[in-house]
Nanobody, 123 residues
Framework: QVQLVESGGGLVQDGGSLRLSCTASGRSASNYFSNYVISWFRRAPGKEREIVAAVGWTHDGTYYADPVKGRFSVSRDNDKKTVYLQMSNLKSEDTAVYYC????????????WGQGTQVTVSS
């Protein structure tokens, strides 16, 4: 069974940086995700879940939601089966549980979800 595991969350001050990791596990994880897009979502207290960024597992091309453009950067390391979310100039409104999820490229259904990692930005 293929799984996604997030790590790297924590408490950071306003203006600080964090790097989140999303690592795929499972015997065939690399092949399983070969035509997938890995997305980062977040859910802040009292708010709906929203997509933050996305990157293809084997193809180039990235997506960023407007609130994070210029501050967040998504990348991948296929050898490590890991997708990263580098977050800079963090603001209190970035406080949320961050999740990574995988979907087949071109589809709308996310088939695999991680358990989430908490990011708290203190002002």
């Amino acid at each position: 069974q293929v799984q996604l595991v997030e790590s790297g969350g924590g408490l950071v001050q306003d203006g600080g940086s964090l790097r989140l990791s999303c690592t795929a596990s499972g015997r065939s994880a690399s092949n399983y995700f070969s035509n997938y897009v890995i997305s980062w979502f977040r859910r802040a207290p009292g708010k709906e879940r929203e997509i933050v960024a996305a990157v293809g597992w084997t193809h180039d091309g990235t997506y960023y939601a407007d609130p994070v453009k210029g501050r967040f950067s998504v990348s991948r390391d296929n050898d490590k089966k890991t997708v990263y979310l580098q977050m800079s100039n963090l603001k209190s409104e970035d406080t949320a549980v961050y999740y990574c999820a995988a979907k087949i490229r071109g589809s709308s259904e996310y088939k695999v979800w991680g358990q989430g990692t908490q990011v708290t930005v203190s002002s």
